[in-house]
């Protein structure tokens, strides 16, 4: 029987999905790469599932080998369209096939999700303004140049203003400066995300090679909603090795809990 955890009483009833592609560049066939006995794919929606902040599970993936894995660990799957662009038209998908009403899309190459964050992202939906959400997480200061470290600014409502690989907002005075980090977990109602992947693409979006920038110029309000704690996604062999050793040290130290007299 597939698990399903039920979601804190004061959430909102959301659909956690993991989107899952074999294929991948830089560290070939990683969402099947061990990390402590389990596939990575699987620890990733593991630590969804215990976050507590969602009803369902489900991996979306692209090929039957991952599906396969994810089913032998007692967790869901379902085999999606190859042929999609992205992760969040993988997503899209899923909410064409399930009834849910709130869709978050979880990488699925971050086992060591933010738990916290999650439950924040999806009681951010409580309020019936909001129509889709992100996290966020202070910058740190060797980002600030970093490409890869995407950058957003906040309107006063607390929606996103732009986001961008550059520095924003420039700081010609480091007064009152304190850039955000954007850290890539998406909440969508179902209708915003099916109305989302039906709009055609836009030159900002293209240029910076950011999706999400396809909602602001469209008018679609991005809440938000303050992470607990940076994400570690794994895209290399040294992002694999430090989350091997991340998760060893967790593992250890849960046995040192629970064989200590003080648990017993």
């Not at 061990?34 to 630590?47: C, I, K, M, N, Y």
């Not at 480091?174 to 909440?187: D, I």
Request: glycine share 8%.
């Amino acid at each position: 029987m597939t698990p399903v955890a039920p979601a804190g009483p004061s959430l909102p009833a959301a659909i956690g999905v993991v989107p899952a592609r074999l294929g991948s560049t830089r560290l070939p066939e990683k969402m099947l790469a061990d990390l402590g006995g389990q596939p990575l794919v699987v620890r990733t929606a593991e630590s969804a599932l215990a976050s507590g902040a969602f009803v369902r599970v489900i991996v979306a993936t692209d090929h039957e080998r991952i599906a396969a894995a994810v089913r032998a660990a007692g967790l869901e799957a379902m085999l999606t369209d190859p042929g999609h662009p992205s992760g969040s038209a993988r997503v899209g998908e899923v909410a064409r096939r399930t009834d849910g009403e709130l869709y978050v899309n979880i990488q699925g190459d971050e086992p060591m999700v933010d738990g916290e964050g999650l439950r924040r992202l999806v009681a951010a939906f409580a309020d019936p303004a909001v129509v889709m959400a992100t996290l966020w997480f202070p910058l740190r200061p060797e980002d600030e140049t970093n490409p890869n470290a995407v950058k957003v600014v906040a309107d006063a409502a607390g929606n996103a203003l732009y986001f961008s690989r550059s520095l924003i907002p420039f700081p010609r005075s480091r007064e009152g400066f304190r850039p955000r980090k954007h850290v890539g977990v998406y909440g969508y109602r179902r209708a915003t995300l099916l109305r989302l992947l039906d709009l055609p693409a836009t030159d900002l979006e293209r240029v910076e090679s950011l999706e999400q920038l396809r909602a602001l110029y469209y008018g679609i309000p991005l809440r938000l909603v303050e992470a607990s704690r940076e994400s570690v996604g794994v895209d290399t062999q040294a992002d694999l090795d430090r989350v091997r050793a991340d998760l060893q040290r967790s593992l250890s130290s849960c046995r040192d809990t629970s064989s200590s007299p003080a648990a017993s």
